[in-house]
């Protein structure tokens, strides 16, 4: 079975400090990893993914998010914060061998901003 | 259509209804999925549609859930005899073709309160 774990709740960080939102991971095979954005009032936009290749994955609004696979982690990164990037981030996994294409997303964490 | 849009975008109803929910995803999209996203929780997945057939509907929390898909497009996620804990908003996401490691569109919602 597959299942996605956000262990913080919630993230405080000052504008233009480093960001991280953690996510860890299970699957039985191989790892379909994405992160999603859910601004006040508006829906959930894809910001990125890892199918496979470079661990190190970019996305937009100047976020990346590195997969390792020892760890089974897909932490979501920004190097500088932004008071606009104030929102509710979901991780999402699905297993590449054997999830059919069932999305498993996480419980989420929100994400604030402070200026 | 550009997106992916739901109807109606909030509902109340009356504890022991029947209520209808509507997805329109985008024009060429294969696969529809139906999430739910309860008051401080993750998105629970519900059901996912390639074309009319719905090969996973694991998620679908009781008999009182059905979802159809018509023509390829539209798909109506109805649920009977509603109760309180149906309370939630429901969330309809497209994507081109299910199996291919791409993120999905979402629709903004539908925000479904019984009273």
């Known amino acids: 079975a597959q299942s996605v774990a956000q262990p913080e709740d919630q993230v405080n960080v000052a504008e233009g400090n480093p960001l991280t939102v953690k996510c860890t991971y299970s699957v039985s095979g191989n790892p379909y990893l994405f992160w999603y954005v859910q601004y006040p009032n508006r829906g959930l936009q894809f910001l990125l993914k890892y199918i496979t290749g470079d661990n190190l994955v970019k996305g937009s609004y100047g976020f990346e998010a590195e997969f390792n696979k020892s760890q089974t982690s897909f932490h979501l990164k920004k190097p500088s914060a932004l008071v606009s990037d104030s929102a509710l981030y979901f991780c999402a996994v699905r297993d590449k061998d054997t999830g059919g294409f069932k999305t498993i997303f996480g419980a989420g964490t929100r994400l604030f901003v402070k200026a | 259509g550009a997106g992916v849009s739901q109807s109606p975008s909030n509902k109340v109803t009356e504890k022991g209804k029947d209520v209808e929910l509507r997805c329109d995803p985008i024009?060429?999209?294969?696969?529809l999925y139906w999430y739910r996203q309860s008051l401080g929780q993750g998105l629970e997945f519900l059901i996912y549609?390639?074309?009319?057939?719905?090969?996973?509907k694991s998620g679908l929390p009781s008999d009182r859930f059905s979802a159809e898909r018509t023509g390829g497009s539209v798909s109506t996620l109805t649920i009977q005899r509603t109760q309180q804990e149906d309370s939630a908003v429901y969330l309809c996401?497209?994507?081109?073709?299910?199996?291919?490691?791409?993120?999905?569109?979402f629709g903004s919602g539908t925000r479904l309160t019984v009273v």
């Open positions: 024009s060429g999209h294969t696969a």
């Open positions: 549609f390639q074309g009319n057939s719905a090969p996973d």
């Open positions: 996401a497209s994507s081109v073709t299910g199996g291919e490691g791409r993120g999905y569109t």
